[in-house]
């Protein structure tokens, strides 16, 4: 990879003769963690979120700087953009995606999950009702939203006019209020509950997992058609735990389960004979777990190995 292509992943870019790096890396670099964020949370995917990375530094270099009053929006701008061409593209793929699609999950810095707002815009709940946004929708819901960002600068991202952006994102907004989580439960209260779910599964306590579940909890597994994984989601307690056991019941090999972090949320590492075999994302309301994501598509899983930092600045 060259020296442009460098810069997207964090290693010391161009430098100018007196031995510093140039102003167009030093600008794409300071906020490389921020336009990393937006486009995950366009995308749901890191993969696709770091093409459309090295896509914006490739037109950041070719920026005459001197023309730009605001570096930062203007790099949102262009990563908004590529994110937006990319998500018309993702979204046919989905649709040939076997079995069930989730977010590929990364694994977050600690300070992600003492960010009450950022841990919930990358929560896997949240993610999934994003999805059932259109791509401008998604666009000018996570700008205005989650990043805070004018309707003016939207508008100029996703080339609509400022009063067609506030109309799309109160429509966007209404449509995610009425599907997202309710509660938002402390981190202490989220570590005691993913405990004491964590403890029922390595024990397959088919009671202990109904102390846990919410009645109206939903499990949804994404193999990929990498892996097996249930193939339609599964709603309800009873009808939840019983697959979990039925599942341990069936897997071949040493299960053990790991508490975590995940897109700043509760999580478990699922492992068979020392290997990862899934995450486990969990959400909590109430106490209770009302939804389990658990993604098995290994092509999902290269985020497992080092931490991702995320930021809404």
């Given amino acids: 990879m060259d020296q442009r292509g460098d810069a997207t992943t964090g290693a010391a870019g161009p430098m100018t003769g007196a031995g510093r790096m140039d102003p167009a890396t030093e600008a794409f670099l300071a906020h490389r963690n921020l336009l990393f964020t937006v486009a995950y949370e366009m995308l749901g995917s890191a993969a696709d979120a770091e093409d459309a990375l090295q896509e914006t530094w490739l037109r950041w270099v070719r920026v005459d700087l001197g023309q730009v009053s605001d570096q930062r929006a203007y790099l949102v701008r262009i990563t908004t953009r590529r994110a937006l061409d990319r998500l018309r593209t993702l979204k046919r793929r989905k649709e040939a995606y076997v079995g069930q699609w989730l977010p590929e999950p990364l694994l977050t810095t600690p300070d992600v999950a003492e960010d009450v707002e950022l841990a919930e815009s990358v929560s896997m709940a949240l993610m999934l009702v994003m999805e059932t946004l259109s791509p401008t929708e998604r666009a000018v819901f996570v700008l205005r939203e989650v990043f805070d960002i004018d309707y003016e600068e939207i508008a100029a991202a996703v080339g609509k006019a400022p009063a067609t952006v506030r109309q799309i994102a109160h429509r966007a907004r209404r449509h995610v209020d009425a599907r997202r989580p309710r509660e938002v439960v402390s981190p202490s209260q989220a570590r005691a509950v993913v405990e004491s779910f964590r403890r029922a599964l390595e024990t397959r306590d088919l009671q202990g997992l109904l102390d846990v579940l919410a009645p109206e909890v939903v499990l949804v597994a994404d193999g990929g058609g990498r892996k097996q994984a249930i193939p339609q989601p599964i709603t309800g307690a009873d009808k939840v735990a019983r697959a979990i056991v039925g599942g341990l019941g069936k897997a071949q090999g040493t299960f053990t389960s790991e508490a975590t972090v995940v897109n700043g949320n ?17 959400q909590i309301e109430d106490d209770r777990i009302t939804g389990l994501y658990y993604v098995r598509n290994p092509n999902k899983l290269t985020r497992m190995a080092s ?6 600045r």
């Fill in 266 to 282: 509760p999580a478990l590492l699922l492992g068979l004979d020392g290997e990862l075999d899934g995450v486990m994302a969990v």
């Fill in 307 to 312: 931490e991702t930092p995320l930021t809404l």
